[in-house]
């Protein structure tokens, strides 16, 4: 029996369809981590040592990563494990480090789900039970791909037992176990453990190659960001991959999808590097007022004083580099200003006061961290760093000091018409107390005191004649015949000696010669070795005017006669008359007597 069909509802419009669930956000760590040895930035070495180990067959059981937070440690070893497993789709092939091309296990090794590659983090997983399932695990082949491997993160952080407990696995594990270790601690991993990996220490990533890595991902991104930013946020990285994408990340949620450098200042708590500069102008000058100034509005503007401290020093450190190699100034991570006026100071600052304001920040910035109220401590850092800037050098401190007068006679009277005291240790005290002291001595007169004995002055050393004179005077008859025979004088002047030494010399003469005049002369010299050829030594000279006089002897008629009536004779020695009057008496003006005593202690220091 037929069914009678039910009336036709009414027609009801399609539901619309449900939303697509929204894609969760990830970080650009996590978003741009590497995938390949092709994607790491910063670790040439190590790819290239990799790629050839590979190439040959040279495979080691066990590799250990080392380095930094944020350099890619544990990417570098699932790109490791990747490429130790990997196969093409189709089949066949080896181990290899062309991972341009996706193989069968590559998906689930980056996504950390492969079953025959395992990641350990040893910071919860320390004790000898979690390294005992590694060992009794090792013995049964891989289920899919060619090599089990295990990734140990933080591998410094296993207990005594159980880096004891893998070490024999480790030596001599089974063909099909690799294990790949991790760590930013390695000299807490035990040297036992280390011999039995090949090791690669991850560098830091320079500032130039993070910030051209940066501007690439801003590039996809499609985030406009200036070229300062990039220089602040590689620089504040300090060479780790990872801190640099967080500090971006950060920035573009605070920017909104743009970044500048001033932000990048303002989110950091970072100061105007221009205005860095400034402080550190106005500190050089010594001119205070102005570095306070400049202090107290990047304070006010919210950057931190001990960021401030360390902006300096690291402007200085910029700067002493400029000194020493000009070239650094080509650094990409630079930016304009710094190239520019770092230069420029560079060429008008001295070395000396460079490296103390260094040591000046160095301690201040840790005074600044440590005080309770940082932003007087930094102040009272730039006093002394500003006041510092136009103190002589220890050196001529002690130039000075030699030049003052040693007399220590009484201090004037009223009846001295208001002379100027003499240079006692009252009128010399610096500083307002040391005026008050000064007019105390010339108001109450100084009771008299003996005389003191003028300090002897030390030899006077002109020209290299007079250090062999001096050698002689002090009865070092070695020394004075290896100046005169083995020393090729190159330059001289007051404090320092440049000396070349003749083939055969003695190679300690400069340095015995620096030990002589310290001794001597109560003064440091500066004695140093040349590569220059020098002058004639002082024999040569001597034995070069020797043989002029006597060719100017032999060319005398009544020498040449007598040589020609003595057949054979020759000149064995030229002297004047003046050489023997000198010498008959020198005797008599070392002893101070003429009876006749022949004491060596008369020999002439020209002998």
């Known amino acids: 029996m037929p069914v009678a069909a039910p009336p036709q509802a009414a027609a009801t419009p399609p539901a619309a369809p449900a939303p697509a669930a929204a894609t969760p956000y990830r970080v650009l760590a996590r978003k741009y981590r590497p995938?390949?040895?092709?994607?790491?930035?910063?670790?040439?070495a190590m790819v290239r040592t990799l790629s050839n180990a590979f190439a040959s067959g040279r495979i080691a059981q066990a590799y250990i990563l080392t380095g930094v937070r944020g350099v890619g440690k544990t990417t570098t070893a699932r790109i490791l494990a990747r490429a130790l497993n990997y196969e093409p789709m189709e089949g066949g092939g080896g181990p290899s480090l062309d991972l341009s091309v996706l193989g069968k296990h590559c998906k689930d090794i980056i996504e950390s789900r492969?079953?025959?590659?395992?990641?350990?983090?040893?910071?919860?997983?320390t004790s000898i039970n979690d390294i005992r399932e590694i060992i009794d695990g090792s013995r049964y082949r891989p289920v899919m791909a060619r090599y089990k491997v295990y990734i140990i993160d933080e591998v410094h952080m296993l207990s005594t037992a159980a880096f004891n407990g893998l070490l024999k696995t480790l030596e001599e594990p089974p063909e099909h176990v690799k294990f790949i270790f991790a760590t930013t601690e390695i000299r807490k991993v035990p040297v036992t453990v280390l011999s039995r990996c090949q090791r690669f220490d991850l560098r830091r990533v320079e500032a130039g190659t993070l910030a051209s890595h940066l501007s690439k991902i801003c590039a996809k991104e499609d985030v406009t960001v200036d070229a300062e930013a990039l220089s602040i946020v590689s620089r504040?990285?300090?060479?780790?991959?990872?801190?640099?994408?967080?500090?971006l990340d950060q920035a573009i949620a605070h920017g909104g999808g743009t970044v500048s450098g001033e932000e990048i200042r303002r989110l950091l708590g970072l100061a105007d590097k221009a205005r860095v500069i400034d402080l550190f102008d106005a500190l050089m000058r010594g001119d205070m007022p102005r570095a306070l100034g400049e202090f107290r509005d990047q304070y006010d503007a919210g950057a931190d004083p001990a960021v401030i401290l360390t902006d300096l020093a690291e402007f200085t450190h910029l700067v002493t580099r400029l000194k020493i190699v000009p070239s650094s100034a080509e650094d990409a991570s630079l930016v304009e200003a710094e190239r520019l006026r770092g230069k420029e100071m560079a060429e008008g600052l001295s070395m000396r006061v460079l490296s103390r304001t260094w040591q000046m920040l160095s301690k201040g910035i840790t005074e600044v961290q440590q005080a309770a109220k940082p932003a007087q401590a930094a102040e009272m850092v730039l006093v002394r760093l500003a006041y510092a800037s136009d103190l002589p050098t220890p050196d001529e401190t002690l130039r000075k000091l030699k030049d003052m007068p040693t007399d220590g006679g009484s201090a004037p009277g009223p009846s001295s018409g208001g002379g100027a005291p003499p240079p006692g240790p009252v009128a010399m005290a610096a500083g307002g107390g040391g005026a008050r002291l000064a007019i105390a001595a010339r108001s109450e007169p100084m009771p008299q005191r003996a005389p003191q004995p003028a300090a002897v002055a030390g030899p006077q050393l002109r020209t290299f004649a007079d250090v062999v004179a001096l050698a002689v005077q002090k009865r070092d008859l070695l020394l004075k015949h290896a100046l005169e025979t083995n020393a090729r004088l190159v330059h001289f002047e007051e404090g320092r000696i440049e000396l070349a030494i003749t083939e055969g010399g003695d190679p300690n003469l400069v340095q015995t010669l620096a030990r002589k005049l310290l001794e001597w002369t109560s003064r440091r010299w500066l004695v140093s070795l040349s590569s220059k050829q020098g002058a004639a030594t002082i024999a040569e000279v001597a034995q070069a005017r020797r043989e002029e006089r006597e060719d100017g002897i032999r060319a005398d008629p009544l020498v040449a006669a007598v040589l020609a009536h003595f057949p054979g004779a020759q000149i064995t020695d030229v002297r004047t008359r003046e050489d023997v009057a000198v010498e008959a008496l020198a005797p008599m003006e070392e002893t101070g007597a003429d009876d006749g005593s022949d004491d060596d202690e008369g020999l002439s220091p020209f002998d």
């Open 35 to 44: 995938q390949n040895f092709d994607d790491l930035i910063g670790q040439e």
């Open 114 to 125: 492969h079953v025959d590659v395992m990641e350990m983090d040893a910071a919860s997983n």
């Open 236 to 247: 504040a990285a300090e060479g780790s991959v990872r801190d640099s994408l967080s500090l």
